[in-house]
């Protein structure tokens, strides 16, 4: 019973795009028919229509063209099987009517168009040859049973035996396309499914590496700077220490190894925190970022440089210690940079949707527009000044900071017209 159960199931079953065209057709079908007969009663009012066919079928048309919006499971499933009985019921209706009638033009041309385009909202070939079969059955034995002549009898049951083939027949066309298209999307689908399953596992094979390379990042960075530092030390020790007086030359060089390893200290901390930015799991809370960035102007403000909050700084959603690497690299890229004797740094906020927006302008010399881009690139600097403490990783480690919680940044700037570096904070950050 079961195995029954299922085999007409399927045997009815439409796709969610045929029940929807299904559903059209009837919905146009029903105003259709009703305003057809009455086109017909006005030329010939003598015209027999039984039980106001007219109506009860326009009714049921537009009811069984409405059930597919309303989107119920049971419904589409068993809407195959509401559309053949629709239809041959009608087919019924439609024929009987038309021996009452005495097989009138009017109703046998309705009849034809009817069985033909019936055919086509069918999908399955048993249910085609069933309402094809049963249509030319009933109608030859109404023309049997009729007035007619031979020869009228003869042109109705051929005509209708070619509308019966020939609609088997594209209808099997369809069907076996149809079959066709079926086997390709299984296809498709099993390949999609595959191509999921690589890039899945290629995405894990991605994120153990990405975790290696921030492990080994973390603990070459680490081992590197105990070396630098001892080494500074030494030499530190070496130029200040009055027992031993070395000559200029020696001098010079012992400040040139400190420099240098500097820089390295410098390099060495700027991978460190570069690294470290790709930990997904650092805490996000409110950040009130006014407090914070008073915090910085205290420890970066002097005599010659002046930091000016121009707008009351928000509350925001973020990690703090990111948030700080944020704004005191952007502050201090701007004092480190600048030309005039006096730095003027200017802190502006406006809120927009769905989040803030921030600006550093500074009055410093300004970017060339080809080098806009290659500024937040990883160890690019525009400098090569030894005196400024840069290795050209704090715009690439703003830019990292911000776009891996869902905002943006940018630079608007001119050269000899100072530079403004505009980035966006989500009100909910992404993790």
Request: hydrophobic content about 45%; cysteine-free.
């Amino acid at each position: 019973m079961t195995k029954v159960l299922k085999y007409l199931r399927d045997i009815g079953r439409l796709e969610r795009f045929e029940i929807k065209n299904s559903g059209l057709t009837f919905l146009l079908a029903g105003p259709s028919t009703y305003i057809y007969v009455l086109i017909m009663l006005y030329y010939n009012p003598d015209l027999i229509i039984p039980y106001r066919g007219e109506i009860v079928f326009s009714a049921w048309f537009v009811l069984v063209g409405i059930i597919p919006y309303f989107k119920n499971a049971f419904l589409d499933e068993i809407y195959g099987w509401i559309t053949f009985v629709s239809l041959m019921i009608f087919q019924y209706y439609l024929t009987y009517t038309t021996a009452l009638n005495d097989f009138s033009l009017d109703y046998l041309l309705v009849t034809y168009v009817f069985i033909f385009g019936a055919v086509l909202l069918l999908s399955n070939r048993l249910l085609v040859i069933i309402f094809s079969a049963s249509q030319l059955i009933h109608l030859s034995y109404r023309v049997y049973h009729s007035n007619l002549d031979s020869m009228s009898e003869s042109a109705i049951l051929v005509s209708m035996s070619t509308i019966f083939i020939f609609s088997f027949l594209v209808m099997n066309g369809l069907i076996r396309y149809r079959k066709k298209l079926e086997a390709v999307n299984v296809e498709l689908e099993e390949r999609i499914q595959q191509r999921t399953v690589d890039l899945e596992n290629r995405a894990k094979e991605l994120l153990r590496k990405n975790k290696d390379l921030e492990e080994f990042a973390y603990v070459v960075s680490h081992d590197l700077k105990r070396p630098l530092r001892n080494i500074y030390t030494l030499t530190d020790w070496l130029t200040d220490d009055t027992e031993y007086q070395f000559n200029d030359e020696t001098n010079q060089s012992l400040r040139l190894i400190k420099e240098q390893v500097t820089q390295m200290d410098l390099l060495v901390e700027g991978i460190l925190n570069y690294s470290l930015q790709m930990d997904k799991e650092r805490s996000v809370n409110i950040v009130d970022a006014q407090i914070l960035v008073d915090r910085i102007i205290k420890v970066n403000a002097s005599e010659t440089v002046k930091i000016h909050v121009e707008e009351a700084l928000p509350k925001v959603t973020f990690n703090e210690s990111q948030l700080l690497q944020v704004f005191q690299n952007l502050i201090q890229n701007a004092i480190k940079h600048n030309d005039k004797e006096l730095v003027e740094i200017h802190i502006k906020y406006q809120p927009i949707e769905n989040g803030h927006q921030f600006a550093i302008q500074d009055n410093g010399p300004g970017i060339d527009k080809k080098y806009h881009k290659k500024i937040f690139e990883l160890f690019q600097k525009l400098e090569v000044k030894s005196e400024i403490e840069s290795i050209g990783i704090g715009l690439a480690l703003v830019k990292k900071i911000i776009e891996r919680n869902g905002g943006t940044i940018a630079i608007e700037s001119e050269v000899g017209k100072g530079t403004t570096f505009v980035f966006t904070v989500l009100t909910e950050v992404k993790q």
